[in-house]
């Protein structure tokens, strides 16, 4: 009996050992800038990190062997949606990717991504974006969704003038060590190990709703295929910041968007810890883009923003209840309100 519960607790070590070298970040040399913003001039713009798939395939193929883990895409698409592009309403569709990863011992989950049809990199990205959904929900990549994205000039190509540097919390040997992202009060210090980030609104208008996928996120599996409950502190954190974020961004839309992604009207009722997760990044883009409106709209007269409403066929401001008409209504009213001159490098 003792060898057996010697045994079970190596094979627990062992899981815990390979979930927190999962989370460690990736060499600097493979993060990647991508502009998802720009300023009216386009001398500025609106950056966020991310890695290319292979970095991801990489650290698998190295901690499990390539026969050690397994992706299974499933792709969907959805026809005669209306969007506006370039200041244009046009009717298009979408691309709707599921990715599922699986590793061998730790069981499955499920990324979701979608890109627009007229993309002529839609199905690429909608497959990335999937890819690395799921391998997030085992903790690789994850501290992606822990950086600011900050606002940086552009040279004559919209790309970055010179390479950003990323915070010491993010270079792998400092993770080893125990360093983490700030606490999100500002002061810019590091959390203790194990700590994690609230991804609480920071009020200064600069997050970017881009970051978040409006119907992204992940389904959880279990190894035997059936999808995993979500149990234990882990669920019970997600729903007490889930819970915060009503606040955030009012009970409309907060309501709007427990339904439509996770199908209840209360988070302890989603039995899914991805979905959960899920809800929860959401939610906190949801306060991104909301922070970013109070901010644009106190830069423009009444007339103007009910023009472009008018012009996107959208509700008044308090009525915005889904993420892809608050995405439109922001960037519509930044791209007229030109560059904030308070913006920091």
């Not at 996928?213 to 035997?224: D, E, I, K, L």
């Not at 306060?287 to 009910?306: I, P, S």
């Not at 008018?310 to 930044?334: C, R, S, W, Y």
Request: aromatic residues 6%; charged residues 25%.
């Amino acid at each position: 009996m003792s060898n057996e519960h010697a045994s079970t607790t190596s094979a627990e070590r062992d899981v815990k050992k390979v979930l927190e070298e999962l989370e460690v970040p990736f060499p600097p040399a493979h993060v990647r800038w991508r502009v998802t913003n720009t300023s009216s001039d386009k001398k500025r713009g609106q950056i966020v990190a991310y890695a290319d798939p292979r970095a991801y395939t990489d650290r698998l193929n190295a901690l499990f062997t390539p026969q050690g883990w397994t992706r299974e895409y499933r792709v969907e698409t959805m026809n005669n949606i209306t969007r506006v592009k370039k200041g244009e309403t046009i009717v298009t569709g979408k691309v709707l990717v599921t990715c599922t990863v699986t590793i061998a011992g730790l069981g499955s989950h499920s990324g979701t991504g979608e890109e627009w049809a007229d993309d002529d990199n839609g199905m690429t990205s909608a497959d990335a974006q999937a890819f690395k959904r799921a391998c997030s929900c085992f903790g690789l990549g994850r501290y992606f969704y822990d950086f600011q994205a900050p606002w940086v000039n552009l040279d004559q190509y919209r790309q970055p003038v010179k390479t950003p540097t990323l915070p010491a919390w993010a270079i792998p040997g400092n993770w080893r060590k125990g360093m983490r992202p700030p606490d999100g009060n500002g002061n810019g210090t590091s959390a203790p190990t194990g700590a994690r980030s609230q991804g609480r609104a920071n009020g200064n208008g600069q997050s970017s709703t881009n970051g978040v996928p409006p119907n992204g996120g992940s389904n959880g599996h279990g190894a035997n295929g059936h999808t995993g409950s979500a149990n234990g502190a882990d669920s019970a954190d997600l729903d007490a910041r889930i819970l915060r974020m009503e606040r955030a961004v009012g009970t409309a839309f907060y309501r709007s968007i427990l339904r439509e992604y996770g199908r209840v009207n209360q988070p302890k009722l989603i039995r899914d810890l991805a979905v959960k997760q899920r809800v929860l990044r959401i939610l906190e883009s949801a306060a991104r883009g909301f922070n970013r409106l109070d901010a644009v709209t106190k830069r423009l007269n009444q007339n103007t923003v009910d023009a472009l409403l008018a012009k996107l066929q959208a509700p008044p401001l308090d009525a915005i209840h889904d993420m892809k008409t608050l995405e439109n209504v922001v960037f519509g009213l930044e791209e007229l309100a030109g560059p904030d001159q308070h913006d920091a490098a």
